[in-house]
């Protein structure tokens, strides 16, 4: 029986207009519409299923054999996923953390129809201080460990709840990094402040099953910052570390690790992290939906990943679907 899956981007979808921030928002849809687009392009090779997706503006097209929807004048992001998640079998939805949005979300959907993470994970791993402090509890190396370590030179300031690298600054004296703090917090703005942790800026895409989390890539993440200390996310390089690199064993334990912490990872999930040179790996923060990672993952794995996050969630996982999602890719 054909399923009908609505896949929702929320920049994309017509939330840009409501993210309150225009300067990130402009930063963060093109990130959303390649997401949006590699998401609906896998689910239309996938076997006994119908796509439908949100696009906001007339010229917005999405890849062939998708159907696109677009709210009503004056709906709210939440209506029109409400709506439309009534008239579909499953929502594959992607939104950032900030302000409870992707938790909201989930919880509009309801369990039956989400495609994803739980609604506890989600809320668990938008606040990145909570995450951390979970993560160390169950044993993960993260940048809390190395709050008193002599060979910390440089510190970050972040939104607690943000997405990509906006509104992140990088100082070289830990007094310039709590003063940044301190104006913000007085402006309103919920930040933590952690170690600069020095080495190679990677992603792991993860697909979390009931039973597993599968470490699909190991991707580089471009990271730039400016003269003022200011952080860019310049994008990232997908499945970069070949099949024979020696840290792949430890990453892969640390994947599981990970999932293990946060039992309601489920599909698609990624752990943005450090690589330091003498510590190894350092997890930065993990992320409970689709990340730009998944662009051009399924072409470079030779899989069609939404096939298989269909086949877990319509069929329980079982090697038999799994298999037959794979010969779709």
Not at 50 to 72: D, F, I, M, Q
Not at 131 to 142: K, N, P
Not at 161 to 178: E, I, K
Request: aromatic share 6%; with cysteine.
């Amino acid at each position: 029986m054909t399923k009908r899956v609505f896949v929702y981007e929320y920049l994309s979808g017509g939330g840009w207009s409501d993210y309150g921030d225009d300067a990130a928002a402009d930063e963060l849809l093109p990130l959303g519409l390649s997401m949006r687009d590699a998401m609906v392009a896998d689910l239309v090779r996938a076997a006994d299923c119908s796509v439908s997706a949100a696009v906001c503006e007339p010229g917005n097209t999405l890849p062939a054999g998708a159907v696109p929807l677009r709210a009503r004048a004056n709906e709210s992001a939440f209506d029109f996923v409400a709506r439309q998640s009534a008239l579909h079998d499953l929502v594959w939805l992607v939104a950032p953390e900030t302000d409870g949005l992707l938790a909201r979300f989930q919880r509009t959907v309801g369990n039956a129809r989400w495609l994803g993470c739980s609604a506890e994970a989600i809320e668990l791993t938008a606040g990145k201080k909570a995450t951390l402090a979970h993560l160390a509890a169950h044993g993960v190396q993260t940048p809390l460990g190395f709050a008193d370590a002599p060979d910390i030179a440089r510190w970050v300031v972040k939104p607690d709840d943000g997405a990509g690298g906006v509104a992140t600054h990088v100082h070289n004296r830990h007094a310039d990094a709590l003063e940044d703090q301190a104006t913000r917090t007085q402006a309103g703005a919920t930040l933590t402040l952690e170690p600069w942790i020095e080495g190679e800026a990677l992603s792991l895409s993860l697909l979390c099953t009931e039973q597993n989390a599968e470490m699909l890539s190991i991707n580089r993440q471009c990271i730039s910052i400016d003269a003022h200390g200011r952080l860019s996310f310049d994008g990232v390089q997908v499945d970069a570390v070949g099949r024979g690199d020696p840290r792949r064993h430890d990453l892969a334990a640390l994947a599981l690790q990970v999932a293990r912490a946060i039992p309601g990872l489920r599909g698609f999930a990624g752990i943005d992290l450090v690589w330091h040179p003498q510590h190894g790996p350092v997890v930065i923060e993990v992320n409970p939906r689709v990340t730009c990672a998944y662009v051009g993952l399924s072409a470079a794995l030779g899989r069609n990943l939404a096939a298989e996050l269909l086949a877990d969630r319509l069929h329980g996982g079982s090697t038999q679907e799994r298999e037959l999602a794979r010969a779709d890719a």
